[in-house]
């Protein structure tokens, strides 16, 4: 199975690694080859209807990439989207393989444009000393 970057996926039984309540949440891989055969970073996104304090893309303070829903993804986003590059993580491909067996991840076939994941990758270059060795090597 090939994840592409900049591909969408839909988790429907989503938590964060130290714990919290279990949601829906949108993935956006950002790994830096085209496809990966082995480990795919992941990070979570969620809605926010009610901006009225974030700029359009980086908000390195906040170590966030906001996408606005009438331009991200080609229209794809509903609502206003937040792209929580706080909680990047490494997801093993066993793992992925058997969340997609189990149907708790499915693929949505939509995709960030070229120009966003690019503005993505390079948000996340800003915050590169918050971002460890090992997740380092596979995004830049």
């Given at each position: 199975?090939?994840?592409?970057?900049g591909?969408?996926?839909?988790d429907?039984?989503?938590?964060?690694?130290?714990?919290?309540?279990?949601?829906?949440k949108?993935?956006l891989?950002?790994?830096?080859?085209?496809?990966?055969?082995q480990?795919?970073v992941?990070?979570?996104c969620?809605?926010?209807?009610?901006?009225?304090?974030?700029?359009?893309?980086c908000?390195?303070n906040?170590?966030?990439f906001?996408?606005?829903?009438?331009?991200g993804?080609?229209g794809?986003y509903?609502?206003?989207?937040?792209?929580?590059?706080?909680?990047?993580?490494?997801?093993?491909?066993?793992?992925i393989e058997?969340?997609?067996?189990?149907?708790?991840i499915?693929r949505l076939?939509?995709?960030?444009?070229?120009?966003?994941?690019?503005?993505?990758?390079?948000?996340?270059?800003?915050?590169?000393?918050?971002?460890?060795?090992?997740?380092?090597?596979?995004i830049?």
């Amino acid at each position: 199975m090939d994840f592409i970057k900049g591909e969408i996926f839909y988790d429907i039984n989503f938590q964060y690694p130290d714990g919290g309540p279990i949601c829906d949440k949108l993935l956006l891989v950002v790994n830096k080859k085209h496809t990966s055969p082995q480990d795919v970073v992941l990070v979570p996104c969620k809605t926010n209807k009610r901006n009225s304090i974030l700029k359009p893309h980086c908000n390195e303070n906040e170590k966030i990439f906001f996408v606005d829903k009438q331009i991200g993804a080609n229209g794809f986003y509903r609502d206003n989207t937040i792209i929580q590059l706080f909680h990047i993580e490494i997801y093993f491909y066993d793992a992925i393989e058997e969340y997609f067996q189990n149907q708790r991840i499915k693929r949505l076939q939509k995709y960030t444009t070229q120009d966003e994941f690019s503005r993505i990758l390079n948000c996340l270059k800003k915050m590169k000393d918050d971002i460890s060795q090992e997740i380092q090597d596979l995004i830049f």
